[in-house]
């Protein structure tokens, strides 16, 4: 088949590699010329895993290329993804859809024949019936354009693998039209005949799928938090606790680590998200779980902060802090709502000189935090140090011998806020260790 892909941003670029993976003949369309000519050299502007393969691969072979031109993309096929950035609106939770609607205002002038608008943006439920109304009054095409949603389930770091192989297909479709149907079955044929479940829906479901999907892992994840919480006053140990759980199978371990909490691109945004569509609706006795859900993720950034009060004292100024960790998950440069940075930047402000380092992140956290400081080696990082906290679980940081560390510095303490260094050994090597969830 032939398709574009409208937005070639992290998901974009990512659906538009595996699409040719796939066999299909794909043209990527993004606004930043600067993003297309560097997609057309096989390479990403952000650091995913297995991406930068692709896109090397089938942009070389002549089945991937990207443009800036809305009218190439629509004279090039008549199935379009869109997959742009539905970012937080500027001083409050809900979802900003200006790069949604500003896309399909652009794009629909060109659709002068029929064409199945599939859109994978994560959008509050209800925007829908707004894509259909701005195609009918915007394309020359009108009701022949039919609107079809495919919302996405990615994780970073395991992106390409969960669009080759996702664990669900969702199919979101007006009641009347199957066209759309039948061209997204046959894009998605090889996903398909491998198994995958695939859910065909309304508009409104499918809306809800990605952010209700988030929004029960957020809360997954917040409550083995707040298990930990009394964990920390009992003596009890939360990562025990959590395999205790996970046995169940109702329950099931995978996601449930205690330990910082979530951040990213997703989770938060698309908690509040869900959230700020709730009150909108009058619903919002429904989502007070979530509430709470997102007011433990932020009280397990504090449990840090008061944690190193508790080892340096209340006053931090002249303290010296390295922080292992930029990227809010390993296996990724993305810094968004990072709770390592989110840390490290309270630290600085409580007057403590904070060290960061990171595999992947540096470049983005730099840009960001231009006033904390940064070191590529792990092990140089802790010179002088007096706290060292390990925020993102890089596996790299797991295997450094902290004997190495010891001499290195000034005060050999160390807060592990992911639970996955191996205390005995650190404790055995001369450090004092906290850890989240344990007493």
Not at 40 to 49: H, M
Not at 125 to 152: F, Q, S, Y
Not at 203 to 227: D, R, V
Not at 303 to 319: A, C, N, Q
């Given at each position: 088949?032939?398709?574009?892909?409208?937005?070639c941003?992290?998901?974009?670029?990512?659906?538009?590699?595996?699409?040719a993976?796939?066999?299909?003949?794909?043209?990527?369309?993004?606004?930043?010329?600067?993003?297309?000519?560097?997609?057309?050299?096989?390479?990403?502007?952000?650091?995913?895993?297995?991406l930068?393969?692709?896109?090397?691969?089938?942009?070389?072979?002549g089945?991937?290329?990207?443009?800036?031109?809305?009218?190439?993309?629509?004279?090039?096929?008549?199935?379009?993804?869109?997959?742009?950035?539905?970012?937080p609106?500027?001083?409050?939770?809900?979802?900003?859809?200006?790069?949604?609607f500003?896309?399909?205002?652009?794009?629909?002038?060109?659709?002068?024949?029929?064409?199945?608008?599939?859109?994978?943006?994560?959008?509050?439920?209800?925007?829908?019936?707004?894509?259909?109304?701005?195609l009918?009054?915007?394309?020359?095409?009108g009701?022949?354009?039919?609107?079809?949603?495919n919302?996405e389930?990615?994780?970073?770091?395991?992106?390409?693998?969960?669009?080759?192989?996702?664990?669900?297909?969702?199919?979101?479709?007006?009641?009347?039209?199957?066209?759309?149907?039948a061209?997204?079955?046959?894009?998605?044929?090889?996903?398909?005949?491998?198994?995958t479940?695939?859910?065909?829906?309304?508009?409104?479901?499918?809306?809800?799928?990605?952010?209700?999907?988030?929004?029960?892992?957020?809360?997954?994840?917040?409550?083995?938090?707040?298990?930990?919480?009394?964990?920390?006053?009992?003596g009890?140990?939360?990562?025990?606790?959590?395999?205790?759980?996970?046995?169940?199978?109702?329950?099931?371990?995978h996601?449930?680590?205690?330990?910082l909490?979530?951040?990213?691109?997703?989770?938060?945004?698309?908690?509040?998200?869900?959230i700020?569509?709730?009150?909108?609706?009058?619903?919002?006795?429904?989502v007070?779980?979530?509430?709470?859900?997102?007011a433990?993720?932020?009280?397990?950034?504090?449990?840090?902060?008061?944690?190193?009060?508790?080892?340096?004292?209340?006053?931090?100024?002249?303290?010296?802090?390295?922080?292992?960790?930029?990227?809010?998950k390993?296996e990724?440069?993305?810094i968004?709502?990072?709770?390592?940075?989110?840390v490290?930047?309270?630290?600085?402000?409580?007057?403590?000189?904070?060290?960061?380092?990171?595999?992947?992140?540096?470049?983005?956290?730099?840009?960001?935090?231009?006033?904390?400081?940064?070191v590529?080696?792990?092990?140089?990082?802790?010179?002088?140090?007096?706290?060292?906290?390990?925020?993102?679980?890089?596996?790299?940081?797991?295997?450094?011998?902290?004997?190495?560390?010891?001499?290195?510095?000034?005060?050999?303490?160390?807060?592990?806020?992911?639970?996955?260094?191996?205390?005995?050994?650190?404790?055995?090597a001369g450090?004092?260790?906290?850890t989240?969830?344990?007493?």
């Amino acid at each position: 088949m032939k398709m574009t892909v409208i937005g070639c941003g992290y998901l974009g670029a990512t659906h538009a590699a595996c699409m040719a993976e796939l066999g299909h003949d794909v043209l990527g369309m993004d606004s930043d010329i600067d993003k297309v000519h560097t997609l057309n050299t096989g390479k990403a502007p952000f650091f995913e895993r297995d991406l930068d393969g692709l896109l090397a691969k089938h942009t070389t072979s002549g089945r991937l290329r990207f443009t800036a031109s809305y009218r190439e993309a629509t004279d090039f096929a008549d199935l379009h993804f869109i997959g742009v950035g539905t970012p937080p609106q500027p001083g409050n939770d809900a979802y900003d859809l200006t790069h949604l609607f500003d896309a399909l205002t652009k794009l629909a002038p060109s659709l002068t024949t029929p064409a199945v608008i599939a859109v994978k943006s994560t959008v509050p439920v209800g925007t829908a019936p707004r894509v259909a109304k701005i195609l009918r009054e915007h394309a020359p095409a009108g009701d022949l354009i039919e609107v079809a949603w495919n919302p996405e389930f990615l994780r970073e770091s395991f992106a390409v693998d969960d669009t080759l192989r996702p664990d669900r297909l969702v199919l979101g479709l007006s009641t009347d039209h199957s066209w759309a149907e039948a061209l997204l079955r046959q894009a998605f044929a090889k996903i398909i005949e491998s198994g995958t479940p695939t859910i065909v829906t309304d508009w409104a479901t499918a809306e809800l799928a990605k952010g209700a999907a988030n929004s029960y892992l957020a809360t997954k994840i917040s409550f083995i938090n707040a298990m930990t919480e009394i964990c920390e006053k009992t003596g009890a140990n939360g990562t025990a606790l959590a395999d205790i759980l996970g046995h169940d199978h109702r329950i099931g371990r995978h996601g449930m680590q205690p330990g910082l909490g979530f951040g990213g691109g997703c989770l938060p945004k698309d908690l509040a998200g869900f959230i700020s569509r709730a009150d909108d609706l009058d619903a919002d006795q429904a989502v007070g779980i979530l509430r709470e859900a997102a007011a433990v993720n932020a009280r397990r950034r504090q449990r840090v902060i008061d944690l190193t009060h508790e080892e340096l004292g209340t006053d931090l100024r002249g303290k010296r802090i390295t922080v292992w960790g930029a990227a809010f998950k390993p296996e990724t440069d993305d810094i968004r709502d990072s709770p390592a940075l989110a840390v490290a930047q309270a630290l600085h402000n409580l007057g403590a000189t904070v060290t960061i380092t990171d595999p992947k992140a540096l470049d983005n956290a730099r840009k960001l935090h231009p006033e904390l400081d940064y070191v590529e080696d792990p092990i140089a990082a802790v010179d002088d140090s007096d706290l060292l906290l390990h925020l993102t679980e890089w596996p790299h940081f797991t295997t450094i011998d902290p004997r190495r560390l010891a001499t290195r510095t000034a005060n050999p303490k160390v807060i592990d806020a992911r639970g996955i260094l191996n205390t005995d050994q650190w404790r055995d090597a001369g450090w004092i260790t906290r850890t989240l969830g344990r007493a």
